[in-house]
């Protein structure tokens, strides 16, 4: 019997055959063969992307906002626990653009042009005052049809808002909303498990386009994550964990270490959570809080998913030519932090999601191909944050808790 080989073993094969294929047809002198014949599968992939956003972040976004209806069951640990994900998702934002920006001005991301004379539809920008303006729908399709995220957005708001209002009433679409958003998700995991395909393809093109240097430029990037990822961890986890649950910094990444190695190599918070449950419990976080605390946080809590986007989007956006000034940011700030929460704890899904803040940016989504081939990369380190948030969370919760109960005594 043949054993099947892993998806991520599989995407290592396909990177690696990518790349050697793109030097391939580089040498030969050859590119347009891997233009004219690998690049429309990867087009085929991304088109996929493009078309399964608009339902998963209507629908994700809905049952997210219908989540918070049990978070009023749970009283105050609810509303302590969205704060801290949403605080920690906005630092997490901030330090990356920051970073991903440092990199930019140093002149580390390059600006590309793809075909001879070519280059990529530069986005128009807008200013802040536009963009808020522009985020309230006036037709509900128009906004679906043109895939205009910061509006799909807001509708998920308002719709997910108004069941919850009809109570009883809107049982019904309650149902709906979590049945379609099931089958929304085996179909995102099928496009998923296509990646193999979309990463050898649009490797080798971008290789045997772009030649040698964009390798450089892919490792500048993923250096550019990984030292934002590393300074959230320590900065912001490590030290909430320090400050509010006297723990110190070598405790908690002690204890974490087990959660953060099977979120790195499985890249799937959901996966990871028997396991982060087991660390949460062990570094004396409340069982009944953490119980709560993970299972949200593998849904809506990622703040490596955050920094990724932004890293990605400041990097595409000047692979594009484009200067994105403070407006822009703050746009960037604001739609990766949703896409973050509308981003699934399975492995891939950031990628997906990174397409919305694409096109809320107006940056064409057609080049996340140059940064696919090496998305795993990206993934291993963001699941490892996401589920190491959880975790603080969970910890800082209980503290904040037993104080309350102390005081109430
Ligand atoms: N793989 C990540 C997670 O499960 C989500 C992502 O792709 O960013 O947490």
């Known amino acids: 019997m043949t054993k099947k080989i892993s998806l991520p073993m599989q995407i290592l094969i396909a990177l690696v055959a990518g790349i050697a294929v793109g030097f391939i047809a580089l040498a030969a002198g050859v ?5 004219n014949y690998l690049k429309p599968f990867g087009t085929i992939f991304v088109n996929l992307l493009k078309f399964i956003v608009v339902p998963v972040v209507l629908l994700s976004m809905i049952e997210g906002i219908l989540s918070m209806d049990d978070m009023k069951k749970v009283g105050s640990v609810g509303w302590k626990t969205v704060a801290y994900f949403l605080c920690t998702t906005a630092i997490a934002c901030v330090i990356g653009l920051v970073l991903a920006n440092v990199f930019n001005g140093a002149g580390l991301f390059p600006t590309l042009v793809l075909e001879e004379g070519q280059e990529w539809t530069k986005a128009t920008s807008a200013n802040f005052m536009d963009t808020l303006v522009g985020m309230f729908p006036s037709n509900m399709w128009e906004s679906f049809h043109t895939a205009n995220m910061l509006q799909v957005i807001v509708i998920a708001l308002m719709l997910g808002g108004s069941i919850m209002a009809a109570g009883e009433k809107g049982k019904v679409a309650r149902e709906v909303v979590g049945s379609f958003n099931e089958v929304i ?3 995102m995991e099928f496009i998923i498990s296509l990646s193999p395909i979309g990463v050898f393809t649009m490797m080798a093109w971008v290789v045997a386009t772009q030649g040698p240097a964009i390798l450089g430029s892919l490792a500048l990037v993923l250096l550019c994550a990984y030292i934002a990822y590393i300074i959230h961890a320590v900065f912001v986890y490590s030290l909430s964990a320090k400050v509010f649950a006297g723990m110190s910094p070598i405790a908690f990444f002690k204890g ?24 949460s419990d062990n570094m004396g976080a409340d ?12 849904t809506i809590n990622m703040d490596g998913t955050a920094i990724y986007q932004c890293v990605a989007t400041i990097f595409l956006a000047s692979c594009a030519g484009l200067q994105l000034g403070l407006g822009e940011m703050i746009t960037i700030v604001v ?17 997906i999601m990174l397409a919305m803040v694409l096109t809320a940016m107006g940056i064409d989504v057609n080049m996340i191909m ?4 090496v998305d795993r990369l990206f993934d291993m380190g963001r699941t490892c944050l ?14 904040w808790e037993e104080k309350k109960a102390a005081k109430t005594k």
């Open 256 to 279: 974490a270490f087990a959660a953060m190695m099977f979120a790195f190599t499985s890249t799937s918070s959901a996966a990871t959570l028997p396991v982060s449950k087991e660390c």
């Open 370 to 373: 140059i940064i696919y081939g």
């Open 386 to 399: 996401n589920v190491t948030g959880d975790i603080a969370c969970s910890l800082c919760v209980t503290k």
């Open 287 to 298: 069982k009944d809080i953490s119980a709560f605390v993970l299972p949200l946080g593998a």
């Open 185 to 187: 998700n085996k179909l």
């Open 31 to 35: 590119p347009d063969l891997t233009t």
């Open 335 to 351: 739609t990766a932090t949703l896409a973050s929460i509308g981003t699934a704890g399975v492995s891939g899904a950031g990628m």
